[in-house]
């Protein structure tokens, strides 16, 4: 069993969310579905797809104009929340610390916080990979407080048609299982996410401590999303 998820980012209509629901609906997998969505799309949903949210205030309530609590989000009908996203790193400079700080406030609020980490294209051509991973699962992931999902998101890849190669894939997913381990949160689940498509997931999948995908683009639209749900058993 893999755990496929799809982030809509600033995406998709009420319409959009139906179709796909009704359409993975039909899909025979023991695989498990999940669709992060915008705020005004978020709903109660019965069946085999669970809903998620794309960002959570550290806050529980208070005067935060425009931002959405864990509380909130879970009585709109989310189960999981994705934090630290590459892009909310990168255009509103999120650090680890405050990826851990609405981690935290997520697990508090009973949701599962799907927690992003991954090293810039910069990084990379330093050979700081493996540490800006490292310190990005130690310092964004709570020490405790319930289930987390960890995302793997090499950033340098996402929305560039890039792919790491297999060997780059293991060694970065290798670190984060035996880091988790380190913490005390051995067998948490962690996702690949980068230009995941239907003719490259399965490969993906078959690749050591990768415990399934978190889909940008191609989750948008079932032709897209169905066959990498169905690549993997």
């Known amino acids: 069993m893999k755990i496929i998820a ?3 980012k600033m995406n998709g209509t009420r319409a959009a969310l139906d179709e796909m629901i009704t359409a993975l609906g039909n899909v025979d997998t023991k695989n498990r579905m999940i669709l992060c969505v915008p705020f005004t799309m978020l709903r109660p949903v019965n069946g085999a797809v669970k809903i998620g949210a794309q960002d959570i205030s550290s806050h529980d309530h208070g ?3 425009g931002e ?3 509380g909130m989000l879970t009585d709109a009908g989310a189960s999981y929340v994705i934090v630290g996203h590459s892009e909310r790193r990168a255009y509103h400079n999120e ?4 990826v851990c700080a609405k981690a935290t406030a997520a697990l508090q609020a ?3 916080p799907i927690i992003c980490v991954g090293e810039t294209m910069d990084e990379k051509n330093a050979d700081r990979t493996m540490e800006i991973i490292e310190h990005g699962v130690r310092e964004s992931v709570p020490q405790s407080g319930g289930d987390v999902i960890v995302a793997y998101e090499p950033r340098w890849a996402i929305g560039a048609g ?3 190669s297999d060997d780059e894939i293991a060694s970065a997913h290798t ?3 035996n880091t988790l381990a380190d913490m005390g949160r051995g067998g948490t689940p962690v996702l690949y996410g980068a230009s995941v498509k239907g003719n490259n997931a399965a490969q993906i999948m078959a690749i050591d401590h990768v415990d399934g995908v978190l889909v940008g683009g191609a989750s948008l ?3 897209d999303f169905i066959p990498i749900i169905t690549s993997v058993k």
């Open 110 to 112: 009973g949701l599962v």
């Open 95 to 98: 650090s680890n610390a405050d």
């Open 6 to 8: 799809g982030n809509w």
């Open 162 to 164: 890039l792919t790491p």
């Open 63 to 65: 005067a935060y104009t």
């Open 221 to 223: 639209k079932p032709d």
């Open 68 to 70: 959405i609590s864990g």
């Open 175 to 177: 670190l984060i299982a």
